[in-house]
């Protein structure tokens, strides 16, 4: 017999006429696989518009500066709303005064800050950077256009002063108010929007109370601002899109089809244009019948000096609105 051990007889379990096979193994449950949602892309038509709103906004600029400083009636219209700053000015500057005085170095570096934080928390790291260079290229453009590029021609007898347009302080204010803007949540913008226009325009008629300004400059630094947050919706890249709140998303990941509508801000910036309209068209009726003398019922510093403020209003909420508008859109991802 032979010892190999691949000849060895197989024992046999009693009362069985074989071997059983062992039980299979539990198959294991299935695991649902996790789908990332697909990468947020940007929405060209809205940034192509955003670009057309800068672009308008240049042009408003030159617009402001060649008829305001450039032709004869401009600067009467300009120099007399200047002249009836005078009435009620020792009442309203202890208003003003403090108003103006929050506009400091400390202040465009504290505003840069928040705004940047603010980026900075929702991981938008491109948009801490945009929103930096916003509130420096706005304020660089004001400097330079009133000291290097902008001159005032001596159109008026008396002493000449030097060309005063854009407003500084006005740029300061509105740079930092839409930096905030742009960086905030979508669900923030309206709430941040009122109150960035309504420090705007405080800060801007404040430099028409003290007759630090003129109307045609806090216009012309609105446009600068405008122009600058204009641009810098217009490059907005896809890691700055907004995301859906996870009460508004699909079990998938994806947001659901409205979970971007944004009626309140759509509300807000409507009712800010049609102050604008209102505003504005008060001021361009009354701006044309101090150019062509007609009488007006109190005295013509003192209707120059309120169109000049209404101006100012309708100008600062329409920049408001439109770059509400202009975020909300560019910010958007594509459907």
Request: hydrophobic content about 50%; charged content about 10%.
């Amino acid at each position: 017999m032979n010892g190999d051990s691949r000849h060895a007889p197989v024992a046999v379990p009693p009362g069985g006429g074989g071997a059983t096979a062992p039980a299979p193994a539990p198959a294991p449950s299935p695991v649902a696989r996790l789908v990332a949602p697909p990468r947020p892309e940007t929405r060209p038509g809205a940034q192509v518009a955003a670009a057309a709103v800068a672009l308008v906004a240049v042009l408003a600029v030159w617009l402001t500066y060649r008829v305001f400083v450039t032709t004869l009636p401009g600067q009467q219209l300009d120099d007399l709303a200047r002249d009836g700053a005078l009435y009620g000015q020792d009442s309203l500057w202890r208003v003003a005064e403090p108003v103006l005085d929050v506009v400091s170095v400390a202040f465009v570096v504290a505003g840069i800050g928040a705004a940047m934080l603010v980026a900075v928390v929702r991981r938008r790291w491109i948009l801490a950077l945009q929103v930096a260079v916003l509130v420096g290229g706005a304020n660089l453009t004001t400097q330079v256009l009133k000291h290097s590029v902008l001159t005032r021609p001596d159109l008026l007898p008396g002493w000449y002063s030097g060309n005063t347009l854009p407003s500084g302080h006005t740029t300061v204010a509105a740079s930092v108010s839409v930096a905030l803007l742009l960086a905030t949540p979508r669900a923030w913008r309206p709430v941040v929007a009122l109150l960035g226009a309504s420090y705007t325009a405080a800060t801007g008629v404040s430099t028409l109370v003290g007759q630090w300004h003129r109307p045609s400059d806090v216009v012309a630094a609105l446009f600068v601002v405008l122009a600058w947050g204009a641009l810098v919706c217009a490059l907005t890249p896809a890691s700055s899109l907004d995301v859906a709140p996870r009460r508004r998303r699909l079990p998938s990941g994806e947001p659901e089809p409205h979970a971007f509508s944004s009626p309140g801000s759509s509300a807000v910036a409507g009712l800010m244009l049609l102050g604008a309209l209102v505003t504005g068209i008060l001021a361009f009726a009354g701006g044309v019948r101090l150019v062509d003398a007609a009488s007006v019922p109190i005295g013509e510093d003192v209707t120059a000096y309120a169109v000049g403020v209404l101006g100012v209003l309708a100008a600062t909420a329409a920049t408001f609105a439109l770059l509400l508008l202009v975020r909300q859109a560019t910010a958007r991802p594509q459907d």
